[in-house]
């Protein structure tokens, strides 16, 4: 008989050596040392056999099951969503497509920045987010891309409402003031 057919019959013969087992510590209150060990010994090879045979199925895997894909998420990495001309936009999550594009649209649709990249291996993109004078309410629209370099938008995937802000005004102390005309 092939192994694969008699691994059944002898987990099922087991398991019920292991009724018994468990019957006569029942019965004796388990004051008898020798059904106590008796059950033991067959529980540690019912998990050993049992265990033996569910991982062969493995091959190079922790766990015996195909994970379940992982639905696509997208978040914005900027702590807030008040963006400044010149800050880094970062881009992070888990794509669905390795190459996107992304557009900023200011309020009125007015087209302020667009760019393709391709995600790399963090699952991670940052690009320098310049809108020239533009304050204001905008929208980063992603888009996914079938081929690096292009953009065609037309799978939108994700959108984000931002608000662009002006740059704080960079004010000179006196000392750095002093400085430079020291330099001079």
Known sequence: MERKLTTPFVVAALAVAFVAASAWVWFSRGKNARAVRTKFKIGGLLLTLTTAV????????VS????????????????????VNGDTLRLGGYFEYRYF???VLAEDGK????????????HWFEDVFEVGDYVGKAKINVYGEDAEGEIKQE?????FDVT?????????????QAESDDVE
């Open 155 to 159: 799978k939108l995937t994700k959108s």
């Open 54 to 61: 569910t991982t062969q199925s493995c091959k190079h895997f």
């Open 164 to 176: 662009i802000v002006a740059a704080p005004a960079k004010e000179e102390d006196d000392a750095d």
């Open 111 to 122: 087209s302020l920045q667009k760019d393709c990249f391709s995600i790399d291996k963090n």
């Open 64 to 83: 015996c099951y195909d994970p379940g894909e992982q639905p696509p998420y997208y978040y914005l990495v900027n702590r807030s969503d008040s963006l």
């Open 101 to 103: 594009s992304y557009e």
